[in-house]
């Protein structure tokens, strides 16, 4: 429930503003007061008469004439709401946003808000992978704010991938997140999680089947802890939780950095399959087939992440490793623990029978300081909710 939660909510002009009319329905439904703001664009594509009937709120719009300051100032209007939504968040309002630019009333009060902001993106695919959408979107993360999507899909443009905003539940989702009250508020948590891609040339690469679906899994249930919660993702099959800041990086190097980046936190938990080596002698150019013998790859030792940050100058509290071993699982992740300077080790067994790399299920050994723990087969939900209360208990 959202009682008596207050949300300014700016509807910037994108086709996807359809949905935050159903948005402010939802918010209304789960006991929030919702403030609407239009950005002129936005009111190409709902009517401020639509959003001010379902808030029954007066709305904003940015012509924000001479009886509004007298009835609340642009101050006082960023101030007095809990949480800024903007939803959709466009392209174009994503660089002002960046950018600190305040030349509508929509990015006046972004710049004026002392209060937290969340932000779901939606734009043609295209656009959201354009180095400049991307460069605004490490700003506006880096300057605290919270991103929910965008996710993949068909989008109205007629094309595919992502750029498409999340959909009104899983903003519901994330605003819900917000303010939890967990065992984990004011804490902060990092996950590493799916596998890395390490090239052989600009078309081939090495991975392994991870998922994503355990680290995935992890990251949400701390969010639903109330941890604010990094979330560092190789190529996974699984789309990243919603309410989550989420660093999406290919290789182990790129995680790594991204990993230092977020430091310092509350506990790490490193889930991902981070492939052990490299490709040393990667080929700028597609290798071919019928060149001369085959290719002779040779390889590097990538940067252990998990032994770099336990070793590390900005350790957290609590640092969590994963082993996925086929074989005498709790010796070999016993040995790991120590080498690596972990806290825990969650180890499982990975071999094909067992149907866990990939699978729905986790059957996991939790190796701590005072020995090891068999927990029973579980699916990787439930397996990621104790290991968050677990988390929460080492930490309080
Ligand atoms: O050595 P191994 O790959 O089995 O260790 C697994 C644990 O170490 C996982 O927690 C994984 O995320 C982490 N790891 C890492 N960097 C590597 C290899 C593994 O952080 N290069």
Redesign the pocket.
Known sequence: MLTDKRILLVIGGGIAAFKSLDLIRRLRERGAAVTPVLTSAAEQFVTPLSASALAASKVYRDLFDLTDEAEMGHIELSRAADLVVVCPATANLMGRMAAGLADDLATTLLMATDKPVMIAPAMNVRMWEHPATQRNLATLQGDGIAVVGPVAGPMACGEFGPGRMAEVPDILAAIEAHFADGPLTGRHVLV?SGPTHEAIDPVRYIANRSSGAQGAAIAAALRDLGARVTFVTGPADVPSPSGVEVVAVTT?REMLDAVQAALPVDAAV???????WRVENTSDIKLKKDAAGLPTLSFAE???????VSHGPDRPQLMV?????THDVTAHATA?RER?GCDWIVANDVSPGTGIMGGPENAITLITQAGAEDWPRLSKDETARRLAARIAEALT
């Open positions: 590493t182990a490193m889930a991902a399959a981070v492939a052990d990538n940067p252990d992440i998990l032994a770099t490793g994963f082993a996925a071993e790991k690596k």
